[in-house]
T-cell receptor
Framework: GEEVAQTPKHLVRGEGQKAKLYCAPI?????VFWYQQVLKNEFKFLIS????????ETGMPKERFSAKCLPNSPCSLEIQATKLEDSAVYFC??????????????FGDGTRLSIL | SQQGEEDPQALSIQEGENATMNCSYK?????LQWYRQNSGRGLVHLIL???NEREKHSGRLRVTLDTSKKSSSLLITASRAADTASYFC????????????WGAGTKLIIKP
């Protein structure tokens, strides 16, 4: 598609439950990025993929967060044993090339995750 | 981690006036990008300026980059109510594996 599609728009989970978010990048884009935005403030980088391969995972809290980008499937971000502090809006972005190659990133509308 | 500061944190002006937002960063960069975020939505890319460029225009937007001061500014001329949004700068570093490092944003309100 021509837009980055994120689902669901809103996700509510009880503390300790699992949360799974999905992202379909723009067709033909090789790079996928996940960001976390808390309280409408700065965006925290989580992880990036080059096609189905993890490119940079330096921002991931590895104990409970995992992500995948499998061929012919939406990318996913999964949080195990959610905590209250995981409440945030999670954004996915895609790019035809790495941003270091002077390409902008195209963002989805985000998934608002609320942990109760 | 946050790359630097954006100022002001909030800006309220009358429709038709110009709005200027500033962004500072800390490390060497490949490029700097400005994005807009409308309430409840994702980011929309506005302008990308490369490290070897000093100024770039797009419609009513003008971006400047001063690598010696590690700073950039975004000027919106003849503002409109529809420009009300948060504006973020983000930098792609020389060795950042293409991830963008973000400022905290400027919330711009255009009063009709």
């Amino acid at each position: 598609g021509e837009e980055v599609a994120q689902t669901p728009k809103h996700l509510v989970r009880g503390e300790g439950q699992k949360a799974k978010l999905y992202c379909a990048p723009i067709k033909g884009h090789s790079y996928v990025f996940w960001y976390q935005q808390v309280l409408k403030n700065e965006f925290k980088f989580l992880i990036s993929f080059q096609n189905e391969n993890v490119f940079d995972e330096t921002g991931m809290p590895k104990e409970r967060f995992s992500a995948k980008c499998l061929p012919n499937s939406p990318c996913s971000l999964e949080i195990q044993a959610t905590k209250l502090e995981d409440s945030a809006v999670y954004f996915c972005a895609s790019s035809p090339y790495g941003t270091g190659g002077n390409q902008p990133q195209h963002f989805g509308d985000g998934t608002r995750l609320s942990i109760l | 981690s946050q790359q630097g500061e954006e100022d002001p944190q909030a800006l309220s002006i009358q429709e038709g006036e110009n709005a200027t937002m500033n962004c500072s960063y800390k490390t060497s960069i490949n490029n700097l990008q400005w994005y807009r975020q409308n309430s409840g939505r994702g980011l929309v890319h506005l302008i990308l300026i490369r490290s070897n460029e000093r100024e770039k225009h797009s419609g009513r937007l003008r971006v400047t980059l001063d690598t010696s001061k590690k700073s950039s500014s975004l000027l919106i001329t003849a503002s409109r109510a529809a420009d009300t949004a948060s504006y973020f700068c983000a930098t792609a570093g020389m060795d950042s594996n293409y991830q963008l490092i973000w400022g905290a944003g400027t919330k711009l309100i255009i009063k009709p």
